[in-house]
């Protein structure tokens, strides 16, 4: 399977974690966190455990159903991604902190 990806898919998935940061708040950080270890643009949603949900409802379907897959994206992507994360991320540990 391959997955082709655009700009508008990384904005897609900003909305979404902004408007249900309590449901993302953990993948909200991950991203943030991980993304400049790999240098951005090689960011594997699934090198961390839950932190692939919306990565998954963006898509609408489950890439792990499938042997194997691509994913192919301009830098823009996931540079847009990681800005839309830092932006939330403030609130995604604000979020956790009153959930402990």
């Given amino acids: ?9 990384a904005v ?4 979404k974690a902004t408007k249900n940061i309590e449901k993302y708040a953990r993948e909200i950080i ?3 966190e991980q993304m400049p270890k790999f240098n951005y643009i090689y960011y594997c949603f699934y ?10 409802t963006m898509l ?12 192919n994206a301009p830098d823009a992507f996931f540079h847009c ?7 939330l991320y403030l609130d995604a540990q604000e979020y956790l902190l009153q959930t402990v």
């Fill in 30 to 32: 991950i991203i943030y």
């Fill in 60 to 71: 609408e379907i489950d890439p792990k159903n499938y042997n194997s897959f691509s994913l």
């Fill in 12 to 15: 897609s998935m900003v909305q």
């Fill in 47 to 56: 090198a961390f455990d839950n932190s692939a949900k919306l990565f998954e």
């Fill in 1 to 9: 399977m391959n997955i082709e990806l655009t700009l508008e898919d």
């Fill in 81 to 87: 991604l990681y800005g839309g994360m830092a932006s």
